[in-house]
């Protein structure tokens, strides 16, 4: 009973201050997500104009991967310039003059969090929270007693979650 009461104090008392611990990263995720859901809109995206300096006679494929942009397309060329919905490029002199729409700073840097890859410098900290969030799933269930109705229907919440999530996954 001692070992239970143990094992039941620990998750209680780690789950609260890893919590507390967690909840600046967590509203830092949580804000990132939510940014992510409408990041195929211009939602608090500022327009940037940019000039850059490419090589000459680059081909439409080759133009958009060097100026970054997705489903880059040239809309038509008068000349020697390539007119795309973003701008303009010369192609004897390869200068590219475009505009973008990108999110501030800090915002950018949050998406950046949410995405990052294990070869960013910000991996550690993406696996790290994403282990301490299964801790917390885990912890959880050292919340409450077993036999008590507030543990039961947590039960009955988590199935409801877990069928909910496979439903999503699966549509």
Same mark, same amino acid.
């Given at each position: ?20 611990? &967690? !909840? ?71 200068? !590219? ?5 990108? &999110? ?29 969030? &299964? ?32 439903? &999503?996954?699966?549509?």
């Amino acid at each position: 009973m001692d070992k239970i009461k143990d094992t039941r104090s620990f998750m209680r008392i780690t789950h609260r201050y890893l919590g507390y611990f &967690l !909840a600046g990263i967590m509203a830092v995720y949580a804000v990132s997500g939510v940014l992510l859901v409408y990041r195929d809109t211009d939602f608090l995206k500022n327009e940037k104009k940019y000039t850059k300096i490419v090589d000459k006679n680059l081909s439409e494929k080759a133009l958009g991967k060097e100026l970054k942009i997705k489903n880059f397309e040239i809309e038509s060329k008068i000349g020697n310039i390539a007119y795309f919905k973003q701008g303009a490029y010369n192609l004897n002199t390869g200068e !590219a003059q475009y505009i973008k729409k990108e &999110l501030p700073f800090v915002l950018d840097k949050m998406v950046k969090l949410h995405k990052a890859q294990s070869k960013d410098t910000l991996s550690p900290l993406n696996t790290f929270f994403g282990i301490t969030l &299964l801790f917390f799933v885990i912890s959880s269930f050292w919340m409450f007693n077993p036999k008590t109705k507030a543990f039961k229907r947590g039960m009955i919440f988590t199935v409801a979650g877990i069928i909910l999530s496979i439903l &999503l996954l699966i549509v």
